[in-house]
């Protein structure tokens, strides 16, 4: 049974930094593409992020430049690094399993975690 557990939300200031976990069981994070899906209160969820199972990423042009897909293979951990936070970036913000990459809808998207919620004051 694939289990994907996220953490690392929190309450930041804008300009700040933040990094996600994303801890996987059940599932072998190298083997699969990945990605970040943010939703925000009244608004459809986006993926963020996406990484390959080789390490390709993609991201939304929002977060450019800003944010960081990575997978560590040891730990079979996905994380996100959050810098130059906007409040627009506020969201909860969940990891799941990519049926294919680039995945770039949510829908592209199996195996959900509970989310972590990102607040950005300004």
């Known amino acids: 049974q694939v289990q994907l557990v996220e953490s690392g939300g929190d309450l930041v200031q804008a300009g700040g930094s933040l990094r996600l976990s994303c801890v996987a069981s059940g599932v072998t994070l190298v083997e699969y593409a990945m990605g970040w899906i943010r939703q925000a209160p009244g608004k459809e969820r986006e993926v963020v992020a996406c990484i390959s199972g080789r390490g390709d990423t993609t991201y939304a042009d929002s977060v450019k430049g800003r944010f960081t897909i990575s997978v560590d293979s040891i730990k079979n951990t996905m994380y996100l690094q959050m810098n130059s936070l906007k409040p627009d970036d506020a969201a909860e913000y969940f990891c799941?399993?990519?049926?294919?990459?680039?995945?770039?809808?949510?829908?592209?998207?199996?195996?959900y975690g509970q989310g972590t919620q990102v607040t950005v004051s300004s």
């Open positions: 799941a399993r990519g049926y294919y990459y680039p995945a770039l809808h949510p829908l592209d998207y199996r195996d």
